[in-house]
């Protein structure tokens, strides 16, 4: 059987490949390999030179006091009276719990508890004076007095069925203001009072 067509040219290619490119003595001579070396990196002929930089130096940061600023001013909650005009002044009389009496001469507009504790007596007002407590509970010794107020409203009328030692003529001192028709008011503190927290329904 003949060889197939065109293996004899493949033959006599892959012979004259394998003589002339990789015979021993056709192989190509290899390239020498530089040898390093190693040059300095500033010549002789070259001087060396350094730059100097000015370095600006660092501003401390502001402290926080500087940042923002606060100012106070005097803190005014109760016990603030404006002082009565000469002429105007009007008269009112506390009877402690221990039956100390106390008169104090007072501006019209000014509410008991207010000028119970400008005189540091002991009256609380723990809600501000909002008529939220009954801690400011006072009791008008004079009848007569007593109607010359205005009528408590049903806020003031709350309040009062927490007092202590309710009276028909009691009243809390946050919502009575002076004025000339009570000039001369008498009103006595309570032996104790009562304050209701959050805590005393647990």
């Known amino acids: 059987m003949p060889p197939p067509r065109g293996s004899s040219i493949f033959r006599n290619l892959q012979s004259q490949c394998s003589s002339r490119f990789f015979h021993a003595d056709s192989v190509l001579p290899r390239c ?77 507009g000014d509410n008991l508890l207010d000028i119970g504790q400008a005189h540091d007596l002991e009256m609380e007002g723990a809600c501000g004076g909002s008529c939220a407590c009954s801690t400011c509970h006072v009791i008008v ?33 946050c919502q009575v203001k002076m004025k000339k028709d009570i000039d001369g008011l008498k009103v006595k503190l309570p032996a104790m009072t009562r304050n209701l927290q959050a805590s005393d329904f647990k």
């Open 141 to 173: 010794e004079d009848q007569d007095m007593y109607d010359l107020l205005e009528e408590p409203d049903d806020d003031e009328n709350d309040m009062l069925d927490l007092a202590f030692g309710l009276t028909e003529t009691s009243r809390l001192g």
């Open 32 to 108: 020498p390999r530089p040898t390093p070396t190693r040059t300095p990196a500033y010549s002789s002929a070259r001087s060396r030179t350094f730059t100097t930089h000015s370095i600006r130096p660092r501003l401390p940061l502001p402290s926080p006091t500087y940042l923002r600023q606060f100012t106070t001013t005097q803190y005014l909650s109760h016990g603030h009276l404006t002082p009565p005009k000469p002429g105007e002044e009007l008269k009112v009389t506390f009877v402690t719990k221990e039956g100390n009496e106390f008169t104090f001469e007072v501006a019209e």
